[in-house]
């Protein structure tokens, strides 16, 4: 099962990464299905997965129910993309086109998901986790941190959201290091997230930014170490 998986996967990345140039896409974009890159597009899948079965005819119906969902899904997209979030829109397709070839893959290496599995003690413990190293700290960063709340003199502005996304990146990171006991690579996070503070905590003139900055990454850090510690320890009681 894990190879044919893994054909259908290289397959869908030749024809819908690494053989779909640029130009493709702006003429999918506009034209929709009168575009004929779309049809190369098709094509080019068509071939993959001929490519990886080595044109053996035992997989004619998954590479068929492929072609045809996949041009569907294409439509759809195409025809969705001035009402909906690109970025949205993007995974909704990745997505689709994964279930499809879970789809195909069933059809012909039947697997069973143990729903129970997924709420095996083992598993709530990472998600609640997850949670915690995420959404919760975010939200408990924006109340501590809220009492020495300043504003910048800088004129320089940033991107929307780029601080909590960076730190639920550098939590996750810190968390994931934790849990498989790569605690050096702790230090190169911090070390790098540090060089590329440098410029703000050497441009700024007001010692209040400083030590906000460095009180906001002091605290993800310890957020992100006490939910890695806690469920190692947890972890290690179930």
Do not use: C
């Not at 053996?56 to 068929?64: A, F, H, N, Q």
């Not at 969902?69 to 294409?74: G, L, N, P, T, V």
């Not at 970025?87 to 290496?109: C, E, G, P, S, T």
């Not at 949670?131 to 109340?143: A, D, E, G, N, P």
């Amino acid at each position: 099962m894990i190879a044919l998986v893994l054909k259908l996967l290289i397959a869908h990345t030749i024809g819908d990464f690494v053989f779909q140039p640029r130009k493709w896409v702006k003429s999918k974009e506009k034209k929709k299905h009168k575009s004929p890159y779309l049809y190369w597009h098709i094509l080019v899948h068509f071939i993959a997965l001929l490519t990886v079965f080595q044109f053996k005819t035992d997989y004619w119906l998954g590479i068929l129910v492929i072609i045809i969902s996949h041009y569907i899904i294409d439509l759809v997209k195409l025809n969705l993309k001035k009402k909906l979030n690109s970025r949205w829109l993007f995974l909704w397709d990745q997505l689709a086109h994964i279930v499809v070839i879970a789809f195909v893959v069933n059809l012909y290496k039947p697997f069973v998901i143990d729903v129970n599995v997924l709420f095996s003690s083992k598993v709530l413990l990472f998600v609640l986790s997850i949670l915690m190293v995420t959404v919760v700290s975010s939200i408990s960063m924006k109340v501590i941190i809220s009492k020495w709340e300043i504003k910048s003199n800088s004129t320089k502005k940033s991107l929307e959201d780029a601080g909590m996304y960076i730190g639920i990146i550098e939590r996750l990171l810190t968390f994931v290091f934790i849990i498989t006991n790569n605690w050096s690579a702790i230090g190169f996070l911090l070390a790098a997230k540090s060089i590329f503070r440098f410029g703000d905590l050497t441009n700024s003139d007001d010692r209040k930014l400083t030590e906000y900055i460095l009180i906001g990454t002091l605290i993800s850090f310890g957020l992100a170490i006490f939910t890695g510690l806690a469920y190692n320890y947890v972890l290690k009681i179930l």
